[in-house]
């Protein structure tokens, strides 16, 4: 397995939930971690408690130029940049005859702009360095459809495709899809029809923790360098999802 110290790791979403248990997964590898969100007070607090090689930088995956300089904040920091984990995502689950256009366009604009923004943050840097490593965190979502999640399938299935691209056209940036089942986390927060908000309880009364993912992400991470992990899916085993 490659070592992780010294290597430069983005990750995005690191406020709370998949982010923040990744970021506790890697701290104890060596590795160099550059924390992206918009909740900066966690952000401060979870850096200080992982010590010296952990940084961060205020994140609206949704900005493309505050992506930009996200990354630029942690090329200046760390002196390079190894790899992406894409985690940022909303899930603001209802009906499409709620017409919950406001939601739709959220969610596109996050789960899907929100990842290219960072792959196009980072690929010239992968491009020019001959390396790197770009993790989309998506969903078992990018692989089924569910009732009330359709536009929320419809953007991980677009991350998969686009994560698949990425694998296909280039030789020296490696390209990870991390898809999880159900796992107790903010996600869904957001969720405004009440009967899906309650769907939602029940559906996490058989769920994952965070720390599932984040092993999953430091195993992809930690193959060796002609070795791309391509895909990932992590699902409860005592569950359907």
Not at 153 to 170: D, Q, S, Y
Not at 175 to 187: C, D, K, N, Q, Y
Request: charged share 20%; proline share 4%; with cysteine.
């Amino acid at each position: 397995m490659t070592d992780l110290t010294q290597t430069t790791i983005l990750i995005t979403g690191a406020s709370s939930g998949i982010g923040e248990a990744t970021a506790r997964e890697l701290a104890g590898t060596g590795a160099r971690l550059f924390l992206g969100a918009r909740r900066t007070d966690r952000l401060a607090r979870l850096a200080e408690e992982l010590g010296d090689n952990v940084a961060w930088h205020a994140l609206d995956v949704v900005d493309a130029d505050g992506f930009e300089a996200f990354a630029a904040a942690a090329l200046a920091r760390f002196g390079r940049v190894d790899a992406l984990v894409n985690n940022a995502g909303v899930m603001p689950l209802a009906p499409l005859a709620a017409l919950k256009r406001t939601e739709w366009k959220r969610m596109i604009d996050v789960n899907i702009h929100g990842v290219l923004n960072g792959m196009a943050a980072v690929l010239p840097h992968f491009v020019a360095q001959g390396s790197g490593h770009v993790i989309n965190v998506a969903s078992i979502g990018a692989h089924l459809v569910l009732p009330t999640a359709a536009v929320y399938c419809a953007t991980k299935h677009a991350v998969r495709a686009i994560t698949e691209g990425l694998r296909l056209e280039h030789d020296t940036i490696r390209a990870t899809l991390i898809s999880p089942g159900v796992v107790a986390t903010e996600l869904g927060h957001d969720i405004t029809d009440p009967a899906v908000a309650e769907a939602l309880i029940e559906w996490r009364k058989q769920s994952l923790t965070p720390d599932a993912i984040a092993r999953a992400v430091r195993f992809a991470l930690e193959q060796p360098a002609g070795v791309d992990i391509n895909e990932i899916i992590v699902r409860p085993t005592s569950a359907g999802m």
